[in-house]
Every structure is written in structure tokens, then in C-alpha cells.
């Protein structure tokens, strides 16, 4: 077959092919090109024959040209050489081709140029993308690397099931007792003594998938000497790490707290041993236990402030007066700690000395004033205390009450089906002044009545979200039951909320005693 009938002969097969065909002469001009190229270049195929590369697609690179012609000049062929352009049919757009050039004949001999011309943007853009990733990746690595190295806290993977150590910084070493290389081998083979520990901790995780943070987590390490009771103390994070869904090893952070333990179990210690002087004290301030009064009886109930360790001024006392008559008393001294609980035991002890002296509460109340002025002038103070006095006197027919106040809550006097009063009336705080003037109030205490003295501790006890009024106190106390049964009622305002009470309180129920 003659070269003109193969050259025709091929033509076809080349127009039908699925990428870019096109032959060239000695003067780089189209001679023939196939219809994907024509439509590569947005241009019909008639308008490509006697053009130049550049006429046809002036965005053809510079770089393109000179391939062609160095194939030309050298007769070596040039395959898969990747170049950017753009092109008629697209000229916004950068597209990727790759170019492959080899010398050829035309119909009469004549020397030229073939080339096949194939898209590959998707694949540059996958490479170049990967290429760039493959790059974040490294640095990234790099950057976690020197993360891991560098944070002040241990941090340890586990990976697998079995937990063999894949990584663990320098710092998490330093936590842990050294027992050699520890990659691939897993926490039951280097410390066999946190094995049962760490099973029951971590194999959960692998299924919940679930991050857990534990506090004081403690690891039998009993050869360290820095170890407390034979243990040292960890905060631990423990985050499972997925691939490709299920959870394939375990990220453990971690900080040795032993240290931190020592010294709050140190402190613990002493604030325990500060709470058992403070109630020893604050339980001297209080009588160890009442007189038994003919026909009355009496609850009482003294709560401190949830945190702390002061002793207060809140207390109640009952005594007999000279006269054959009980005194019952309830008092807050102002301020907290040694000074309170001084003037606290002053107050008490001076109350049942000038109990001797006077017969009326009104009374009473005057020569504590001037008692307690006389103390504060000799220690250039300047405090006060509140209080209120009843005077009791049983009968045939139930309890005489007089009752005088000095700046305090009002007193409760409930009866049944929920009735209740106040009594008292308002008057200075002892202490303040050297002349107040005190009233009393007669009545009387009948069966099933219960007669309630209290200290502003129980009113303020959760202020100010959740303080109580006297009315609401009032209402409270006049649900019935007995003396103790009313107290614990009172005091649960204060034992079962969920913050600690702000505020001491003294309490005191009185009721006739059941025949």
C-alpha cells in the first residue's frame, strides 16, 4: 500500500479517537486535525488547516511552540508533557494537558509533525492536592511530634485492644516508674500491678467511645518513694481515638497530683482538727444539757455555717430564776471567733447572776446592758447583742409567759389548726446605748401550744435566693407535732438545702409537757 493510501486509511480511526489528534507541516501549520482537538481549541476543524498553533489558540504557552519545534530540528519524539492553558472554548478557565509530539510524514513525503493532546486536569488537580496534603500532613506531624515532646503533662498512646504503648512523651515517663523500653509492650507487662485497674477503666471505652476524665487516680506504685500510703495520684484523661469508625487505641493525659494530695489530705488534717477545737469551744459556750423543768419541755437545736470553722455567737440557755420561775433565753453575739465566744460566755453567765437580782424580764435586760457596757468601755469595744427572755412559771392550768426582746426576732407562739401570733416588740440591742428602755409581754402557753425563739441565722440561712420571712417561719412551725418533731422541721430549712448555710443558728422550742 502506497503511503498516500495509508495515510487515508488512518485518517478515519484518528477522527473517531477520544483525544486530540493533529499532523503539522515544516512551517508548524495544521494539516489535519480530528474533531475532539477542534473541539479543545472551540474552533471547527476546517478553520485549523493552513493556521498556525499560536493563530488557532493564541493561549497557547510559549513553551509549546518550542516543543513542536525542537521535535522538529531533533526527530526525537516528546510524550506526556504536561502544560497549563487556556483555550478559546474556555477561556476563563486553566486547564491541564498533556502533550505528546513525534515526527511524521504527510501524504507526499513531505516531513511534519504529529501530536496526541489528552486532558488531565482532574489528575493534576488530584496530584497537586495530594501533593499538598501529603506537605500539611508532614508539618503537621512535625508539629504534633514537638507538641507531644514539649507539653508539661504525660501523654501515652495505647493502641488496640490489647493496649500495647505506641507513644509516650518524656514527661509521661518522668511520672511513671522506669522499667524500660515500652512500645509494643502493653501496661500489663510493664506494670503488671495496674493491670486489674487499668482493664476495668479503658476496655469500656472501646465500645462506648466515650472520653473520661478521672480525678485522684490512683496506681499501686508502692517502690516510688515519692508515693503516698503506697500509691501515687493521677489526673487522667482517657479519649478514645477512632479509625475508620470503630475505636482503635487510647489517648491517655495525664498528671502526677500525688504531691498536690499530700498536701490537701496535710490540710484536711489540720481543718478537721480546727472544726473538733471550734465545736469543743462552741460546745462549752452552749449548756451540756437542760434542767428538767416540771411540766415543760424543751428541744433545742444549734447549727453552725456549713464552711467554717469560728465559733459564733449564736446560744440559749435555760435556768430557774430566784423566784421559782424558768428563765429561757436565745442570743446572738456580733461577730465570730474568740471575741464572740468571750462575750458569749460573758453574756450567759452574767444573765443567770442578775437572774438573782431581778424578777422581770425587762429587768433582766437592763442590767445586762449595763453589764455588757462595762465590758465593752473596759476592752474599748463597741458590739451588741440581741436576745429575747421568757420568763416561765407552770401552773394548774398551763405556763405563765413573760416575754421581753432586745433587738431580736420576733417569738412564735402557735396553737392548733395552724394559728400563730408573734410576740415581742421592738427594742435596741443590748450594748448600745446606756439607758434603752425594755417592755415585756404577758401570756400564756395552753396545751398543744408551742411557743418558738430563734436566732436571724435561721431566717438568712440560704439568703438571698432563698431566705425566709417570719411569717413564713411562723407558718412552718404551726404545722404541729411535737417540741423535737417542730425543731427538726425548722433546722431541715437549713441541714437539707444544697449550699452551705451562710449563718450560725440557735433554736428553742417550748411546750407543756404531756401528762
Known sequence: MSRLSQHDALLPVLGAAPVGVGFYDAELRYTWVNEALATIHGRPAAEHVGRTIVEVNPHAPADVVELFARVLETGEPIGDHVVSSQTAAEPSRDRHWSISVF?????????????????????????????????????????????????????????????????????????????GPLVGRTPAEV????????????????????????????LPFDEDPGALDGERSYDVTFTPIRVDGPVGGILVTYLDVTDAVRERRELERE????????????????????????????????????ERFEVGGDFYDVFPAHDGSWIAVVGDVCGKGPRAAARTSMVRYALRAEATHAERPADLLQLLNEDVRRDLAAEDEADFVTLVLLSLSPGDDGVGVCLASAGHPAAILTGPGGAWRLLGSPALPVGVADDPTYEQHGDHLAPGERL??????????????????????????????????????LLAHITEADAPARDDCALVVVGLRDV
Open 191 to 218: 506494670y503488671p500491678e495496674t493491670a486489674a485497674t487499668f482493664a476495668a477503666t479503658i476496655a469500656p471505652l472501646f465500645d462506648s467511645g466515650e472520653e473520661l476524665t478521672l480525678r485522684d487516680y490512683r
Open 452 to 489: 418558738v425563739l430563734y436566732t436571724d441565722g435561721l431566717l438568712d440561712a440560704h439568703a438571698p435566693d432563698a431566705a425566709l420571712t417570719t411569717e413564713d417561719l411562723a407558718t412552718l412551725a404551726a404545722e404541729g407535732g411535737t417540741v423535737e418533731e417542730v425543731a427538726d422541721r
Open 103 to 179: 515526527p511524521s510524514r504527510g501524504p507526499s513525503g513531505d516531513p511534519g509533525l504529529g501530536s496526541i493532546i489528552t486532558e488531565v486536569t482532574a489528575m493534576q488537580v488530584a496530584r497537586q492536592s495530594a501533593a499538598t496534603l501529603k506537605e500539611a500532613l508532614a508539618v503537621e506531624a512535625t508539629i504534633l511530634e514537638q507538641v507531644i515532646a514539649r507539653v508539661p503533662i504525660g501523654v501515652t498512646l495505647l493502641w488496640g485492644r490489647e493496649l500495647r504503648y505506641r507513644v509516650m512523651n518524656g514527661q509521661g515517663r518522668r511520672m511513671l516508674p522506669d522499667r
Open 271 to 306: 481543718l478537721a482538727e480546727e472544726r473538733r477545737i471550734a465545736d469543743t469551744l462552741q460546745r462549752a459556750l452552749l449548756p451540756r444539757r437542760l434542767p428538767d423543768v416540771p411540766g415543760i419541755e424543751f428541744a433545742v437545736r444549734y447549727q453552725p455555717a456549713g
